[in-house]
């Protein structure tokens, strides 16, 4: 069975950090682009970052870069979002998704998570 798990959400004043981790099973981790999303109010998800863990490649969505950092540990089949420097306009549902082949891309997420909340205030 397939499971993408997201942990790490929470409330967090602005200008603060969390890390978000997604842990994947069920399939070939490396085989697989792994994304983070988000969902504000209403609104559709929108790409945050994406990893490719064959080749730790990554995108990064303008809106957060150069405050957010993905990574993964492809021993533990993990995928970490670090959110530094936080907005209160960042408050959304944070999602987890995995779409196979090996490069990065906003489309085609074959697998997702529940999500997680991320509320920042300010």
């Known amino acids: 069975e397939v499971q993408l798990v997201e942990s790490g959400g929470g409330l967090v004043q602005a200008g603060g950090s969390l890390r978000l981790s997604c842990t994947a099973s069920g399939f070939t981790f490396e085989n697989y682009a792994i994304g983070w999303f988000r969902q504000f109010p209403g609104k559709e998800r929108e790409g945050v970052s994406c990893?490719?863990?064959?080749?730790?490649?990554?995108a990064v969505a303008d809106a957060v870069k150069g405050r957010f950092t993905i990574s993964s540990d492809n021993a533990k089949n993990t995928v970490y979002l670090q959110m530094n420097s936080l907005k209160p306009e960042d408050t959304a549902v944070y999602y987890c998704a995995a779409a196979l082949g090996w490069e990065c891309s906003w489309y085609d997420y074959d697998y997702w998570g529940q999500g997680t909340q991320v509320t920042v205030s300010s």
């Open positions: 990893i490719a863990p064959i080749d730790g490649s990554t």
